[in-house]
């Protein structure tokens, strides 16, 4: 293959390995971004900041768990670590880490810790609706519109709202909902690890291209069907919490 048929190629499929393993997720991050944005000013209206920053102290947890949890995987040092916190200039919690510079592996890590909060913010709510909703309600069908219809019909019924466990689930979905978000320090954090990430692509292409063809590779198949089988359940799970950002912009404000 001549040479210049070469780099062609390992820029192409690098492009195409970041274009489906990692900008989807920055989208996710973005669109969770905007609606917790949203959640958390209607929110802050109706309750008052005051009120609303300890209603949803389990989704500030949530967020600060979101950071440790990558910490650890990543093999950063937590040097101190709050939870709930809120102090005057409007931080909530916090997680302070360290890491070795050089390491590549804990460069790539800066972006997961610094997008903890969404992924794990999105599992905590995926646990709470399996763990309090009906089982009709997230059980699996063909069509996000299948599903959506079950999901509203049994919402919108006399009986969902008689449990107990419904009234949870709606509580700690808005707490977890509403911290779904990232300041300013996880979002250069992320930008740290993104550089990291590209580079790691970039060099794997050029370096391990001339293993085989790139038509016979299963990296971005394999990429694709993850993104496809993870889809479904994102998706209900951001439909869901926009449609509680859209339903408290009605209501009034103080």
């Known amino acids: 293959m001549p040479i210049t048929c070469y ?39 109706i309750f008052g900041v005051s009120l609303y920053i300890l209603l949803t102290a389990p989704g500030v947890a949530v967020h600060e768990l979101g950071h440790a949890l990558f910490c650890i995987i990543f093999r950063h040092k937590i040097e101190d670590m709050k939870l709930f ?43 709470t609706s399996a763990w309090l909703l009906p089982q009709e309600m997230t059980c699996s069908y063909d069509s996000i519109s299948g599903f959506l219809s079950s999901f509203s019909s049994e919402f919108f019924s006399f009986g969902f709202w008689a449990r107990w466990q419904s009234w949870l689930w709606l509580y700690l979905s808005f707490a977890i909902t509403s911290h779904i978000t990232l300041s300013a320090p996880d979002l250069l954090g992320a930008a740290d690890g993104i550089i990291a990430i590209i580079n790691l692509v970039l060099a794997a292409c050029f370096c391990f291209g001339w293993l085989g063809e790139w038509e016979n590779t299963s990296v971005i198949p394999k990429l694709q069907e993850l993104i496809f089988a993870a889809s479904g359940t994102v998706g209900i799970i951001v439909i869901i919490s926009g ?7 009605l209501v009034p404000r103080k």
């Open 7 to 45: 780099l062609l190629d390992a820029l192409k499929y690098s492009a195409l390995i970041l274009l489906y393993g990692v900008v989807p997720w920055l989208l996710l991050a973005l669109v969770m971004q905007f609606i917790s944005g949203s959640l958390r000013r209607s929110l802050a209206n």
């Open 85 to 127: 916190s809120p102090e005057e200039d409007g931080t909530l919690g916090y997680v302070s880490h360290t890491y070795n510079t050089k390491s590549i592996y804990q460069r790539i890590g800066n972006f997961f810790i610094g997008t903890g909060p969404v992924w794990l913010g999105l599992t905590a709510l995926w646990f």
């Open 243 to 249: 449609a509680f950002a859209l339903i408290l912009l």
